[in-house]
C-alpha cells in the first residue's frame, strides 16, 4: 500500500497577488473553476488544492504531469490519466490537504467547528451524541466525529447521501484504516480513510 499526504496550512498567509499567480499557473479547466468562486478565499482553497495534489503526485508516486479530472455520478474526481491511483481534496479557512494512493481513499479537513446541539443531534448517532456533550472539549470531539464521516463517505465516492448516524459504525468500516489528527494551535483536524 502506497499513500501521501500533503497539507498546506499556510494559506492564510498567501497574498492576494500570490494566490492570483497561484492560479495562473494552473491548466485552463482548473484555473476556470478557482475563478468560479466568488471570494478570494475559495479560489485560494481550490488552487492551492491542486497544487497540493501535485505535490503528492510527485512526492509519492514521481508522475510531473497536471493531470485532469473525471468524475462518478455524485462527482467525486478520479485522474483521466491514472485510473489506478486516487485522491481526495478537503480544504477549510486553516488548511488544505490532498490525500493521494494506489487503493480508494478519502480525506477530510475542518476548521474546529462548534458543537452546536441541533447540528450534533441531525449528524451524530445517539452514541456519538453522548461522547461529543461529555468530551472535556466538545467542540474539538465533534470535529473529529465530523471529519472521521466525511472521510469516510469520500472513500466511498457518495458523499453526503447516506445516513450519517451510521457512518462509523463497525460494520461499515470493515475493510476501512481511518487516521485522525488534531491541531488544536492551527485550529483544524483532519481524518485519512484508506481501503485496507
Not at 11 to 35: C, F, G, H, M, Y
Not at 159 to 180: F, M, R, Y
Request: aromatic share 10%.
Amino acid at each position: 500500500m502506497k499513500s501521501i499526504l500533503c497539507i498546506n496550512d499556510h494559506i492564510a498567509d498567501l497574498s492576494e497577488q500570490q494566490t492570483e499567480k497561484v492560479i495562473n499557473s494552473l491548466p485552463d479547466w482548473r484555473r476556470e473553476q478557482a475563478l468560479r468562486f466568488k471570494h478570494l478565499q475559495g479560489r485560494r482553497e481550490c488552487a492551492v488544492g491542486y497544487i497540493e495534489l501535485l505535490r503528492g503526485l510527485r512526492q509519492g508516486f514521481v508522475i510531473n504531469i497536471y493531470p485532469s479530472f473525471v468524475y462518478n455520478e455524485h462527482d467525486k474526481p478520479f485522474l483521466k490519466e491514472y485510473p489506478n491511483l486516487y485522491f481526495s481534496i478537503s480544504h477549510c479557512k486553516a488548511a488544505v490537504g490532498c490525500f493521494v494512493a494506489d487503493r480508494p481513499c478519502g480525506f477530510d479537513i475542518e476548521y474546529i467547528r462548534k458543537a452546536k446541539s441541533d447540528l450534533v443531534r441531525h449528524t451524530m448517532s445517539p452514541e456519538e451524541t453522548e461522547a461529543i456533550f461529555a468530551a472535556k472539549f466538545p467542540d474539538i470531539a465533534f470535529t473529529r466525529l465530523w471529519t472521521q464521516k466525511e472521510a469516510v463517505l469520500k472513500l466511498i465516492g457518495t458523499g453526503i447521501v447516506d445516513d450519517l448516524h451510521s457512518v462509523l459504525k463497525p460494520e461499515k468500516l470493515q475493510g476501512i484504516e481511518l487516521k485522525t489528527v488534531e491541531n488544536p494551535y492551527k485550529n483544524y483536524i483532519y481524518t485519512t480513510a484508506i481501503q485496507k
